[in-house]
């Protein structure tokens, strides 16, 4: 038996017994990205992102509520954030060059030593390089592979997220990488680059991956050679990458699983909650590294 578009039979028994909502006699695995209920291939559209049901195609010809994705997200929205971040990062790297003279002396430019992540720097009060290490680079090559990774895998995951919420992960992630090194690197290593806010994205779009239910091979892949190239390759901050990888997963996690009826404000609590828990393990690190006195180049003990 079928049900006409725009007349659903039964969404809570179909769900219950995971078949298709207009085609009870049907079993399914797969489910409608806009309103979760299980459908048959026959009664899915592809769109931008996932798949809708032909009773939320049929709503939204009639005027009913705007599509959204699995995040809360306007569906059809084109990346915006990805794009400007890439000329942001471009544009550091830039004055880097301009700076010292040379597209890899980057340690003869102010702008590298007064903003990378020295992590004794962080200990003297410099907290703002916690954010701007995640957009200088160590040379054209770490560049173009962090901006095709970003543009690559940053502009799925925010057509799932929107804009506001991936950047919020985006951040998120860079500060979760950051983090990582100024808890457990040395005091005078050199941490720069968007790697962690990067790997923050794998990590996101492996969670939206799994929550909209599609292969996760490939991801999972992408990320595995990711791990082994930040072990095995020398000056790769891999405590970086550990670090953006679990927090722009548990951030997209609050994004994309967060119920419907109460998503904004638990995504925000989440959000929220993810940060404050950075703040703390960053004040307390702070602690017990006590106080010093810092000039861009030099910091010592007081």
């Not at 769109?47 to 939320?56: E, K, L, Q, R, W």
């Not at 306007?74 to 004055?95: D, E, Q, S, T």
């Not at 806010?197 to 892949?221: C, D």
């Not at 609050?254 to 998503?263: G, L, T």
Request: with cysteine; hydrophobic share 50%; proline share 6%.
């Amino acid at each position: 038996m079928s049900v006409p578009p725009g007349q659903p039979a039964g969404p809570e028994e179909a769900a219950q017994q995971r078949v298709c909502a207009r085609h009870p006699d049907r079993p399914t695995g797969l489910r409608c990205t806009r309103c979760e209920r299980p459908a048959c291939p026959e009664c899915l559209r592809e769109a931008s992102v996932g798949y809708h049901c032909v009773d939320c195609l049929a709503q939204s010809s009639r005027g009913g509520r705007e599509a959204v994705t699995v995040a809360g997200a306007r569906i059809g929205g084109k990346p915006i954030v990805v794009p400007v971040l890439i000329a942001l990062n471009v544009l550091a790297y830039a004055v880097t060059a301009i700076q010292s003279g040379h597209f890899q002396n980057y340690l003869s430019s102010d702008l590298f030593n007064q903003f990378s992540l020295w992590p004794v720097g962080v200990a003297g009060g410099q907290w703002i390089r916690l954010f701007t290490s995640g957009f200088l680079h160590f040379g054209p090559i770490h560049l173009l592979l962090n901006m095709v990774a970003l543009w690559v895998i940053g502009r799925d995951l925010e057509t799932v997220l929107g804009r506001l919420r991936f950047t919020a992960v985006y951040l998120l992630a860079l500060l979760g990488g950051s983090t990582a090194v100024f808890l457990f690197d040395g005091l005078d290593s050199s941490v720069a680059g968007a790697s962690g806010a990067v790997y923050g994205l794998m990590g996101g779009i492996a969670v939206a991956a799994l929550r909209l239910k599609v292969s996760l091979r490939p991801v999972l892949i992408v990320i595995a050679l990711n791990i082994v190239l930040s072990v095995s390759l020398p000056g790769i901050s891999l405590l970086g990458h550990l670090g953006g990888l679990v927090l722009g997963g548990a951030a997209t996690a609050a994004m994309v699983y967060a119920p419907r009826e109460r998503r904004t404000v638990v995504q925000a609590g989440a959000l929220g909650g993810l940060l404050v828990l950075l703040l703390v393990l960053l004040v307390v690190r702070d602690v017990q590294l006590g106080e010093w006195i810092c000039t861009p180049m030099r910091c010592i003990p007081q």
